[in-house]
């Protein structure tokens, strides 16, 4: 009986869990929608009042009020298709690969961009992992750490063996993030860009999880950020 109410304790958090995390989610899409709606209405409001008006610059206010619906029902199709990317992401697809590798090519892929530092254990030779969703995690890490640095990237990617697990870790030496929204970058939609939808670290976090690891970060303001990922060598499931 004890283990029985256990098991079903742990159910009942789990499901509680996946319930506020929904309904976080849901209210953060709800204000995303909100903010492009406002725009199209006054658009749609103005180019009715100049039409009923006869209005001799009713082409030119055609015109402007067609550019600002168009552009906001983009950044809402865009939010719509990041929002059904999360909520679908595929179960992902283990296999032994090369990881030391797998960053070396990813970084080539950005020297032009930025100077990256590799210090890579050469201890390291398999993980067991979904070699694209890794790729989606260390590009989107690769890619936050360059644009957090102001002028002249400077990362570095590094990797090590501890214990059962494989650290990955990449720093910047950019403008950092403060307390308040280092506890916050991992929440779906949460972002202090201008332009960001706030699902990429969301996204990452998940996958992290999904491979049975976990990811974490720490920043200094005016330093720069690191983040590190503990990653298991093989996936409990085999």
């Known amino acids: 009986n004890m283990v029985n ?3 079903q304790s742990r159910e009942r958090l789990i499901e509680a869990e996946k319930q506020t995390i929904w309904q976080e989610m849901a209210r953060a899409m709800a204000h995303e929608i909100k903010n492009p709606l406002t725009p199209i209405r006054l658009a749609a409001q103005r180019l009715e009042a100049k039409h009923y008006e006869r209005a001799e610059n009713l082409p030119e206010v055609l015109e402007k009020s067609m550019r600002v619906i168009n552009e ?10 990041s929002f059904s990317g999360f909520a679908k992401m595929p179960e992902a697809n283990f296999k032994s690969y090369d990881l030391n590798q797998q960053l070396r090519d990813i970084s080539n ?10 210090d890579l254990d050469d201890n390291l030779k398999q993980v067991n ?5 890794m790729k989606q995690v260390l590009v989107n890490l690769i890619q936050n750490a360059i644009q957090a640095c102001l002028e002249e990237p400077h990362i570095g990617l590094m990797t090590a063996v501890q214990d059962q697990n494989c650290l990955i870790r990449i720093t910047d030496h950019g403008q950092g993030i403060s307390e308040a929204d280092l506890i916050k970058i ?11 939808k706030g699902l990429g670290l969301a996204i990452v976090r998940r996958i992290i999880r999904q491979h049975g690891g976990d990811i ?3 920043s200094t303001l005016g330093e720069g950020s690191k983040f590190e990922i503990q990653l298991p060598y093989r996936h409990e499931s085999e």
């Open 129 to 133: 992992a979904d070699t694209m969703q």
């Open 186 to 196: 991992f929440e779906p939609y949460f972002t202090t860009k201008k332009k960001g």
């Open 216 to 218: 974490t970060a720490s």
């Open 72 to 81: 906001e029902v983009d950044n809402l199709q865009s939010l719509v298709n």
């Open 5 to 7: 109410e256990l098991h």
């Open 109 to 118: 892929q950005y020297s032009d961009d930025a100077r990256i530092d590799l």
